[in-house]
């Protein structure tokens, strides 16, 4: 069994700039409410094995992270940013407090859009692969969070009779921004991460050869929703 440490030492011209990546997200994160951090990945067989495990893993925490975070329902494109808003006036709270901007539905065309512009490539090195694993991790991280969120204001919603105005909702507040907020702040963190890592992906793609015997590349959103 290999073991194999991460960052490691690149083993293409393009995977000195994934461990600078993800060097700069472990060390901003530190500033940010101390995300989880992944450190170990076990390999038991060959690279072409390792990659494609890889990249199994990070399309299935992709959809995951996708429907926990973002849309419940990608058929009516449902988001939990809308339902939370809904939940959160329902309280009888006012302001835009409840949005979690970080949640709006990303735009997947371009490439700064987060895990929305995540593509996957033939050919990217395992160290690469890694990356986006990690990134991905973090995110997952916060699922959790969103539900306690949810929690707080399901058991504080207002009755169909019940006034909304003159409210004693600030200690519901405060218990509510008390998890959102740093959320917020860790989720603009992984999201400028991701898109850091989204360029260095294509850079590292460009340096396999000219444009036309480039790997193109399908975004992982495609992969787990065809005909998004």
Request: net charge neutral.
């Amino acid at each position: 069994m290999k073991i194999i440490y991460f960052p490691k030492t690149p083993s293409s011209p393009c995977d000195i700039d994934k461990k600078s990546t993800i060097d700069n997200y472990t060390q901003s994160s530190d500033s940010v409410d101390t995300p989880p951090q992944y450190s170990l990945v076990v390999s038991t067989g060959s690279s072409e094995a390792l990659r494609n495990n890889l990249e199994a893993k990070i399309i299935g925490l992709w959809k995951k992270v996708w429907l926990g975070l973002y849309e419940i329902d990608v058929n009516e494109h449902r988001l939990h940013a809308s339902r939370l808003e809904a939940l959160y006036l329902g309280t009888g709270m006012t302001g835009y407090m409840g949005r979690l901007r970080v949640l709006k539905n990303p735009d997947y065309v371009g490439v700064n859009n987060g895990i929305a512009s995540l593509k996957i490539f033939d050919g990217l090195s395992i160290t690469t692969l890694q990356s986006v694993l990690e990134i991905l991790r973090a995110y997952e991280s916060e699922i959790d969070n969103l539900e306690r969120l949810y929690a707080i204001l399901r058991r504080n919603q207002r009755g169909l009779r019940e006034s909304t105005w003159n409210v004693p909702t600030e200690t519901l507040r405060r218990q509510y921004l008390t998890i959102a907020e740093p959320m917020e702040r860790r989720i603009k963190q992984y999201d400028i991460r991701m898109d850091v890592l989204n360029h260095e992906m294509r850079d590292e793609v460009m340096s396999m050869g000219d444009c036309i015997s480039q790997p193109k590349g399908q975004l992982v959103l495609e992969k787990n929703f065809p005909g998004y």
